[in-house]
């Protein structure tokens, strides 16, 4: 079960880039919440390392596991390899799909069943996000750099994600956490 919170960060800890991706989710208290990591189905497939090398990192497959703080699996995301980004959201109870709308609009729409359940609009270079369902705005995702003392950490740090909002279900919750990890991974890691 995911602890419920009103604001997350999403930030990666992969050093390597030939290493499993990995990313810490932190609460307001700055407390580890759960962790999104790569399946080693994916990271170590020949394929996918053969697409890294020639720079179409895009199109490779992906099978990632978000996890709660006591490493139980809450929710797979899966993308096969190909040009589309869009994913799926596999959790306990039900499939969920992310579709991206072209990468000029920044625009992602997560489904389920045929039905929208999230609208994501991006704007400043894929920095600033706005989440809504139906008309209501539920949240915010921001993409900021973390402040360093030096210019080199600077340089080596990665960035945070931002997840600011109102009370949210568990499903959303995922979804939005999903939302964020696929936005670094489409947007910012190509």
């Given at each position: 079960?995911?602890?419920?919170?009103?604001?997350?960060?999403?930030?990666?800890?992969?050093?390597?880039?030939?290493?499993?991706?990995?990313?810490?989710?932190?609460?307001?208290?700055?407390?580890?919440?759960?962790?999104?990591?790569?399946?080693?189905?994916?990271?170590?497939?020949?394929?996918?390392?053969?697409?890294?090398?020639?720079?179409?990192?895009?199109?490779?497959?992906?099978?990632?596991?978000?996890?709660?703080?006591?490493?139980?699996v809450l929710?797979?995301?899966?993308?096969?390899?190909?040009?589309?980004?869009?994913?799926?959201?596999?959790?306990a109870d039900?499939?969920?799909?992310?579709r991206f709308?072209?990468?000029?609009?920044?625009?992602?729409?997560?489904?389920?069943?045929?039905?929208?359940?999230?609208?994501?609009?991006?704007?400043?270079?894929?920095?600033?996000?706005?989440?809504?369902?139906?008309?209501?705005?539920?949240?915010?995702?921001?993409?900021?750099?973390?402040?360093?003392?030096?210019?080199?950490?600077?340089?080596?740090?990665?960035?945070?994600?931002?997840?600011?909002?109102?009370?949210?279900?568990?499903?959303?919750?995922?979804?939005?956490?999903?939302?964020?990890?696929?936005?670094?991974?489409?947007?910012?890691?190509?």
């Amino acid at each position: 079960m995911l602890h419920h919170s009103t604001y997350y960060t999403l930030q990666t800890e992969t050093i390597m880039t030939h290493q499993s991706t990995q990313y810490s989710i932190s609460n307001s208290e700055n407390q580890r919440v759960s962790t999104f990591e790569e399946d080693s189905s994916t990271s170590s497939h020949w394929l996918n390392h053969a697409l890294k090398l020639f720079n179409l990192k895009q199109m490779t497959s992906l099978h990632i596991k978000l996890l709660s703080d006591r490493q139980e699996v809450l929710a797979h995301i899966y993308r096969k390899k190909g040009i589309s980004s869009d994913v799926s959201i596999q959790t306990a109870d039900s499939i969920y799909h992310l579709r991206f709308k072209g990468s000029v609009s920044q625009k992602i729409i997560a489904e389920y069943s045929g039905e929208t359940l999230l609208e994501v609009n991006g704007k400043n270079m894929a920095c600033d996000f706005e989440v809504k369902s139906g008309e209501r705005q539920i949240a915010t995702i921001q993409k900021r750099s973390i402040p360093a003392p030096t210019t080199k950490e600077a340089w080596l740090s990665e960035d945070l994600y931002h997840i600011r909002g109102h009370e949210w279900t568990e499903e959303q919750a995922i979804l939005l956490l999903c939302t964020a990890l696929m936005i670094d991974l489409t947007y910012h890691h190509k």
